[in-house]
């Protein structure tokens, strides 16, 4: 009888995958050991995945899929620059908190291979910040908002969300902070984070 790929298999698969790259790495992760976090065999792994490298970008494309289309909805809607800062920060720090590992998976894999974000350009749902840089302008111009380029707008507000979840050991030592509080930190950030950049970027 041909054997077929069974979806909760490789859900499990995923799963165990996404554990073992969070804790130990792309290049530390083993495949036997996902294969043992998974409850199958090494063969039936290597069945559903030829090859890590291919689970890897499986794992990173399904979480990336999940956050991507998220955030593009946000910067393509009808709302004002100031409530796109808001939600867009809300959405992404709620989505982190719920899957830490992911802007480590994205660093890892930008400086393993650079070109890696084309593939996920030609993703559907990927970002487009055509709308959100008209809207900048308009805005600047009718003084709403403080002259700023929409490009330094946006790597303001990446950045600044990004980061602690990138640097969170180093967050922990410097802060004395457990992890729980960590965790809070990072959910008050939703407002902190989006009212910083809104304070200085409107006109008063």
Avoid: C, W
């Amino acid at each position: 009888m041909k054997q077929t790929k069974d979806e909760n298999t490789e859900e499990q698969i995923l799963d165990a995958a996404k554990n073992v790259f969070q804790t130990k790495g792309m290049e530390g992760a083993r495949m036997q050991e996902i294969a043992d976090n998974a409850g199958i065999n090494k063969a039936m792994l290597h069945y559903y995945y030829r090859s890590k490298q291919l689970l890897f970008e499986a794992v990173f494309k399904n979480a990336f899929s999940l956050l991507a289309p998220q955030l593009n909805a946000i910067l393509n809607d009808d709302s004002s620059i100031e409530n796109k800062i808001k939600h867009f920060t809300a959405s992404y720090i709620s989505f982190i908190v719920k899957h830490p590992y992911l802007p480590n998976f994205i660093i890892q894999e930008l400086n393993r291979k650079p070109d890696f974000i084309l593939k996920l350009k030609e993703n559907k749902g990927f970002p487009n910040l055509e709308k959100f840089k008209k809207q900048v302008a308009i805005e600047v111009e009718k003084g709403i908002i403080k002259p700023i380029s929409a490009e330094q707008l946006f790597i303001n507000i990446l950045a600044l969300n990004i980061f602690p979840f990138v640097a969170k050991p180093l967050i922990l030592a410097f802060t004395n902070t457990n992890k729980k509080a960590f965790k809070q930190l990072m959910i008050d950030r939703k407002t902190e984070v989006s009212n910083f950049i809104i304070n200085s970027i409107k006109n008063t």
